[in-house]
């Protein structure tokens, strides 16, 4: 990953220069800017910095409880330690100590993160890493436990094992729930985030929530199943739920069958048995998920299943050191560990990870221009004759004043103008339901329904179905969407444009507009800007025209109250209202059968105007985000205004209390090494030009 790991330095470097930079401000004499927004922004500049040391990529690890995720989780990260111990009877037994807690029962109760950080983060993250949870009685804080954390803390705040949290936890947290575990990680192998996701449906609806925005902001996916056994109707319903969600997203997934140190008997034929396990593995998933004769693959791969096993890998390494070297190395190799790391990395190097940097680059960029652009401004001031100064701050209140007004406004104008785009995009859905009825009416008028195998069928038909209809028919609503939505941000730049250009004076007119561009309303609104949940469901609401109730439940479904792509979430499906079973007993075998054919019918209609209603409210929660980095944009403009207000004033009152010509001297310099810094990230801020 040269290329990559080149862009990070060169990004990490600029950052550390704008720590620098900002440390280094004017700000504590005689230039208007409080200490704490500086400290605050040293603050958020270190994390971005973090966020370019860590994950290039987030990997949602999937799978059935007790399929060995949490293990992999460890020996991707080179983080799981192999060692002998001795019992009371003498006898040697192997021992593995990885990150997260893992056993051959169901054990994680809640999600668990692996996040990678920079070295320079203020806690001990390396070794076995630094230790963080959230409760569910307060989500919104995290609670630090400790460095290097023993397997039985792991397992105190993972699990639901009543001796684990009497012996491992904390005493004041043993009567809380745990909401999410997350273990800090410096120097990983992987430059990956990696979430451990527990099975759906937990008694507490915040461990689902958690887990859906993992889908959400995964940049793919790996489903772990162990090599002692094969694929089950468990493991298809996650499948099919995976399969879903990347039809809709096209998300990649990596297939990985781990443990198979576990399977290695050999059969009768002289092979062994995860072999057997891996054939049949990749066929169940080549017959229920079959690719179209003339269309690639891109689900399930030319090669389907990885075989791993990191306990191989582990004990190569302690043998490597303590044991017999050549036997080490055959162990690692065997363990085909690498090629796990290298598909990761293959994906990282296709785009995921300059997109990551990208996005950091923006964001920092944002903030730096606009402390630049306030500088710059001070020095304009600084360099005006003081008897120019009354005209100026004449001109400054106007400008102020016309800015605060147009701020007020801006917001019921561009939710009003998206509401149109909206509408287009509803209008294109107008011939779903008509389109899967001439799809599946015939194929489900003839399928046993009572066969889970041919409901199955039907429904991952729909699916597909459904997701080429979105791109390929007439009025393909995803390309509907993609136009009205880049009209709209273009239409916003342009209003933002025309208000900020009142806003300035003649001189400056180039300088002011151009500094707005769309990738600047791309990126999502600071949290100072973004709306409380239920102010922002309501927003959201009133943009789609739907109610409050079914923004909440796809918010939720999908995951997008943090942020995400617009895609359609799983879970939609043509479940008929009544079972069956019931049907038979009622009104016998065929009658039944023939009533249920008719429910799944009728409900098709209803999974048009899901897939529709999901469609726009994800589509609203976008353009949300960009009406209120548009009101951010305006906002640290009248911010701007308002200090360079307060300099003239002073300037004014005091005009023996400040030395022009020192002030002068003193901000020049600083402007220009601002404007290199805000040069090179705007640079380092092109590959995200698209999202």
Same mark, same amino acid.
């Given at each position: 990953?040269?290329?990559?790991?080149?862009?990070?330095?060169?990004?990490?470097?600029?950052?550390?220069?704008?720590?620098?930079?900002?440390?280094?401000?004017?700000?504590?004499?005689?230039?208007?800017?409080?200490?704490?927004? /500086?400290?605050?922004?040293?603050?958020?500049?270190?994390?971005?910095?973090?966020?370019?040391? =860590?994950?290039?990529?987030?990997?949602?690890?999937?799978?059935?409880?007790?399929?060995?995720?949490?293990?992999?989780?460890?020996?991707?990260?080179?983080?799981?330690?192999?060692?002998?111990?001795?019992?009371?009877?003498?006898?040697?037994?192997?021992?593995?100590?990885?990150?997260?807690?893992?056993?051959?029962?169901?054990?994680?109760?809640?999600?668990?993160?692996?996040?990678?950080?920079?070295?320079?983060?203020?806690?001990? !993250?390396?070794?076995?890493?630094?230790?963080?949870?959230?409760?569910?009685?307060?989500?919104?804080?995290? /609670?630090?436990?400790?460095? =290097?954390?023993?397997?039985?803390? /792991?397992?105190?705040?993972?699990?639901?094992?009543?001796?684990?949290?009497?012996?491992?936890?904390?005493?004041?947290?043993?009567?809380?729930?745990?909401?999410?575990?997350?273990?800090?990680?410096?120097?990983?192998?992987?430059?990956?985030?990696?979430?451990?996701?527990?099975?759906?449906?937990?008694?507490?609806?915040?461990?689902?929530?958690?887990?859906?925005?993992?889908?959400?902001?995964?940049?793919?996916?790996?489903?772990?199943?162990?090599?002692?056994?094969?694929?089950?109707?468990?493991?298809?319903?996650?499948?099919?739920?995976?399969?879903?969600?990347?039809?809709?997203?096209?998300?990649?997934?990596?297939?990985?069958?781990?443990?198979?140190?576990?399977?290695?008997?050999?059969?009768?034929?002289?092979?062994?048995?995860?072999?057997?396990?891996?054939?049949?593995?990749?066929?169940?998933?080549?017959?229920?998920?079959?690719?179209?004769?003339?269309?690639?693959?891109?689900? /399930?791969?030319?090669?389907?299943?990885?075989?791993?096993?990191?306990?191989?890998? !582990?004990?190569?390494?302690?043998?490597?050191?303590?044991?017999?070297?050549?036997?080490?190395?055959?162990?690692?190799?065997?363990?085909?560990?690498?090629?796990?790391?290298?598909?990761?990395?293959?994906?990282?190097?296709?785009?995921?990870?300059?997109?990551?940097?990208?996005?950091?680059?923006?964001?920092?960029? =944002?903030?730096?221009?606009?402390?630049?652009?306030?500088?710059?401004?001070?020095?304009?001031?600084?360099?005006?004759?003081? !008897?120019?100064?009354?005209?100026?701050?004449?001109?400054?209140?106007?400008?102020?004043?016309?800015?605060?007004?147009?701020?007020?406004?801006?917001?019921?104008?561009?939710?009003?103008?998206?509401?149109?785009?909206?509408?287009?995009?509803?209008?294109?859905?107008?011939?779903?339901?008509?389109?899967?009825?001439?799809?599946?009416?015939?194929?489900?008028?003839?399928?046993?329904?009572?066969?889970?195998?041919?409901?199955?069928?039907?429904?991952?038909?729909?699916?597909?179905?459904?997701?080429?209809?979105?791109?390929?028919?007439?009025?393909?609503?995803?390309?509907?969407?993609?136009?009205?939505?880049?009209?709209?941000?273009?239409?916003?730049?342009?209003?933002?444009?025309?208000?900020?250009?009142?806003? !300035?004076?003649?001189?400056?007119?180039?300088?002011?507009?151009?500094?707005?561009?769309?990738?600047?309303?791309?990126?999502?609104?600071?949290?100072?800007?973004?709306?409380?949940?239920?102010?922002?469901?309501?927003?959201?609401?009133?943009?789609?025209?739907?109610?409050?109730?079914?923004?909440?439940?796809?918010?939720?479904?999908?995951?997008?109250?943090?942020?995400?792509?617009?895609?359609?979430?799983?879970?939609?499906?043509?479940?008929?209202?009544?079972?069956?079973?019931?049907?038979?007993?009622?009104?016998?075998?065929?009658?039944?059968?023939?009533?249920?054919?008719?429910?799944?019918?009728?409900?098709?209609?209803?999974?048009?105007?899901?897939?529709?209603?999901?469609?726009?409210?994800?589509?609203?929660?976008?353009?949300?985000?960009?009406?209120?980095?548009?009101?951010?944009?305006?906002?640290?403009?009248?911010?701007?205004?308002?200090?360079?207000?307060?300099?003239?004033?002073?300037?004014?009152?005091?005009?023996?209390?400040?030395?022009?010509?020192?002030?002068?001297?003193?901000?020049?310099?600083?402007?220009?090494?601002?404007?290199?810094?805000?040069?090179?990230?705007?640079?380092? =801020?092109?590959?995200?030009?698209?999202?």
């Amino acid at each position: 990953m040269t290329g990559i790991d080149s862009q990070r330095e060169t990004l990490k470097y600029v950052l550390d220069k704008s720590v620098d930079w900002l440390l280094a401000s004017p700000a504590a004499d005689n230039i208007v800017f409080d200490t704490a927004s /500086i400290e605050n922004e040293v603050k958020t500049i270190r994390q971005l910095r973090t966020r370019v040391s =860590s994950s290039l990529i987030n990997v949602a690890f999937l799978g059935s409880f007790s399929s060995g995720k949490s293990f992999l989780v460890g020996g991707l990260q080179g983080r799981l330690e192999y060692t002998v111990i001795r019992d009371d009877d003498g006898m040697e037994s192997p021992q593995y100590l990885g990150l997260l807690h893992s056993a051959s029962k169901a054990t994680t109760a809640c999600p668990a993160t692996v996040v990678p950080v920079d070295e320079s983060i203020d806690v001990d !993250a390396s070794n076995r890493g630094f230790l963080r949870v959230r409760f569910t009685d307060d989500p919104r804080e995290w /609670i630090d436990i400790g460095s =290097s954390p023993l397997p039985a803390v /792991i397992a105190a705040y993972t699990t639901t094992d009543e001796r684990a949290i009497a012996e491992g936890r904390h005493a004041a947290h043993r009567d809380r729930t745990v909401a999410e575990v997350e273990l800090l990680l410096s120097d990983p192998k992987m430059p990956a985030k990696l979430f451990d996701l527990p099975g759906t449906e937990s008694p507490h609806a915040i461990h689902d929530q958690i887990a859906n925005n993992a889908w959400s902001e995964a940049d793919c996916f790996l489903f772990v199943t162990q090599a002692t056994r094969t694929l089950s109707r468990q493991d298809l319903d996650l499948i099919t739920r995976l399969y879903t969600h990347h039809l809709s997203s096209g998300k990649k997934v990596l297939w990985v069958m781990t443990g198979i140190d576990r399977a290695a008997t050999m059969t009768w034929e002289g092979k062994a048995e995860w072999k057997d396990a891996l054939e049949q593995n990749n066929a169940y998933l080549r017959s229920n998920f079959p690719a179209k004769p003339d269309r690639r693959d891109t689900f /399930i791969g030319p090669e389907g299943f990885l075989p791993v096993s990191p306990a191989m890998e !582990a004990k190569g390494i302690w043998e490597r050191q303590y044991g017999d070297r050549a036997r080490g190395e055959k162990l690692i190799a065997a363990s085909r560990m690498d090629r796990l790391r290298s598909a990761l990395g293959d994906i990282i190097e296709a785009g995921t990870g300059t997109r990551h940097l990208a996005t950091v680059a923006i964001e920092a960029n =944002s903030m730096i221009a606009h402390r630049y652009r306030m500088y710059a401004e001070l020095l304009e001031s600084a360099r005006l004759p003081l !008897a120019q100064l009354e005209n100026e701050r004449v001109d400054l209140r106007r400008r102020h004043g016309q800015l605060k007004d147009a701020i007020e406004s801006v917001r019921d104008q561009l939710e009003s103008a998206f509401r149109d785009h909206i509408r287009r995009v509803e209008r294109s859905f107008s011939g779903l339901a008509k389109a899967l009825h001439s799809e599946l009416d015939t194929e489900i008028k003839a399928a046993d329904l009572t066969k889970e195998k041919e409901s199955q069928r039907i429904e991952l038909h729909r699916a597909k179905f459904v997701q080429e209809w979105m791109t390929k028919s007439a009025k393909r609503p995803e390309m509907v969407w993609n136009h009205e939505f880049e009209t709209f941000v273009e239409g916003t730049a342009i209003t933002v444009r025309a208000v900020l250009t009142d806003s !300035a004076p003649a001189e400056a007119f180039g300088a002011m507009t151009s500094r707005v561009d769309l990738t600047q309303l791309k990126i999502p609104p600071s949290q100072k800007y973004r709306a409380d949940t239920q102010d922002f469901l309501q927003r959201v609401s009133g943009v789609v025209g739907l109610s409050t109730p079914v923004i909440a439940g796809v918010a939720a479904a999908a995951g997008i109250l943090s942020g995400g792509l617009v895609v359609i979430p799983a879970g939609l499906t043509l479940a008929a209202g009544l079972t069956y079973e019931t049907l038979r007993r009622r009104k016998g075998r065929a009658t039944a059968l023939e009533h249920l054919r008719g429910e799944w019918i009728e409900s098709l209609d209803e999974v048009a105007h899901s897939y529709c209603r999901s469609f726009l409210v994800l589509a609203g929660v976008r353009g949300e985000e960009v009406v209120s980095r548009a009101v951010e944009l305006l906002s640290e403009r009248r911010d701007e205004l308002s200090r360079k207000m307060i300099l003239v004033d002073t300037r004014l009152s005091e005009p023996d209390n400040l030395d022009k010509n020192k002030m002068v001297e003193m901000l020049e310099p600083y402007c220009a090494s601002g404007r290199d810094i805000v040069d090179h990230l705007d640079r380092l =801020s092109r590959p995200a030009g698209q999202l």
